[in-house]
Nanobody
Framework: QVQLVESGGGSVQPGGSLRLSCAAS????????MGWFRQAPGKEREFVAA???????EYARSVKGRFTISRDNVKKTVYLQMDSLKPEDTAVYYC???????????????WGQGTQVTVSS
């Protein structure tokens, strides 16, 4: 069992930056692939970024070059550094964990409660 708690969301102007954190509790965090997804009002949840247990990464085309995912297995935390933010990045951002490897669909085993990110002038 893994519990995930996101933090770091907030409001920022276009072009600004935020860093989201996802703290995990439970055993074997280093064995899990970790992902970030987001969901805007009236839209389906979409993939943002993911990192495997060996630190390989995948990004959605819409965020590649602007967002960076990383993990610290000692702290049991995964991060999402978001730069050059745009209004279309506004959404609730969710952290997720999956034991059987990195994927870009929402078929993850565990989910956090989400954190709101609002990009507006």
């Amino acid at each position: 069992q893994v519990q995930l708690v996101e933090s770091g969301g907030g409001s920022v102007q276009p072009g600004g930056s935020l860093r989201l954190s996802c703290a995990a509790s439970g055993r074997a965090f280093s064995s899990y692939a970790m992902g970030w997804f987001r969901q805007a009002p009236g839209k389906e949840r979409e993939f943002v970024a993911a990192i495997s247990w060996v630190h390989s990464t995948e990004y959605a085309r819409s965020v590649k070059g602007r967002f960076t995912i990383s993990r610290d297995n000692v702290k049991k935390t995964v991060y999402l550094q978001m730069d050059s933010l745009k209004p279309e990045d506004t959404a609730v951002y969710y952290c997720a964990a999956r034991l059987l490897g990195l994927i870009t669909t929402p078929a993850y085993d565990y989910w956090g409660q989400g954190t709101q990110v609002t990009v507006s002038s």
